[in-house]
């Protein structure tokens, strides 16, 4: 089974950015759906961007669009996100989720994936 863990979190400024990553462990990545969600504080878990299995297609939430860029390593069996621009309302746990089978239908809401990282905490200060 795999394992996922996040990494790259923190706490930065207004305008700042961040790079997360997911490394997986145990299995791969690699053929298979990947996506990054957050949740802020009192909020449910929502769908911030995710890529498909070839890495040909990707799809990004109205909110990060042009500062957010999702990208994945094969070889390192490894999924990045770059977000850039940071907004107080970034701000929230981001978790990494692998789809269950591969070469899934590329979707991005959570009920598509089924593995999930323990999460990694991005604030952003106003």
């Known amino acids: 089974q795999v394992q996922l863990v996040e990494s790259g979190g923190g706490l930065v400024q207004y305008g700042g950015s961040l790079k997360l990553s997911c490394a997986a462990s145990?299995?791969?990545?690699?053929?298979?759906?990947v996506g990054w969600f957050r949740q802020a504080p009192g909020k449910g878990r929502e769908g911030v961007s995710c890529?498909?299995?070839?890495?040909?297609?990707?799809y990004y939430a109205d909110s990060v669009k042009g500062r957010f860029t999702i990208s994945r390593d094969n070889r390192k069996n490894a999924v990045y996100l770059q977000m850039n621009s940071l907004r107080p309302e970034d701000t929230g746990v981001y978790y990494c989720?692998?789809?269950?089978?591969?070469?899934?239908?590329?979707?991005?809401?959570?009920?598509?994936?089924?593995?999930w990282g323990q999460g990694t905490q991005v604030t952003v200060s106003s």
């Open positions: 890529i498909n299995w070839s890495g040909d297609n990707t």
């Open positions: 145990g299995d791969t990545v690699n053929w298979y759906n």
């Open positions: 989720a692998r789809a269950p089978t591969t070469y899934s239908i590329f979707a991005c809401q959570p009920s598509s994936y089924k593995y």
